[in-house]
């Protein structure tokens, strides 16, 4: 199951993972953000992805990333 911040469809970007809502993959934010760009930078750049969406996907990803390393 998918969150719902989250939206994969085969009919949208080809299954890719985007914001819900949007056609903005999720690996775009990781991008920005390894790139040194900050959450504000991100959000001016795609302002159809909301603020909570961006961090309801780090908390995730940070659960996700404690349970591997359980």
């Known amino acids: 199951m998918q969150p719902a911040f989250i939206q994969c469809q085969p009919d949208i970007m080809g299954g890719t993972p985007v914001f819900a809502g949007s056609r903005v993959p999720v690996h775009t934010l990781v991008e920005y953000l390894q790139a040194g760009d900050t959450i504000d930078d991100f959000l001016e750049g795609f302002p159809m992805v909301e603020r909570s969406q961006v961090l309801a996907f780090l908390e995730a ?6 349970l591997a390393e359980a």
Do not use: G, L
């Open 61 to 66: 990803a940070a659960r996700n990333a404690s």
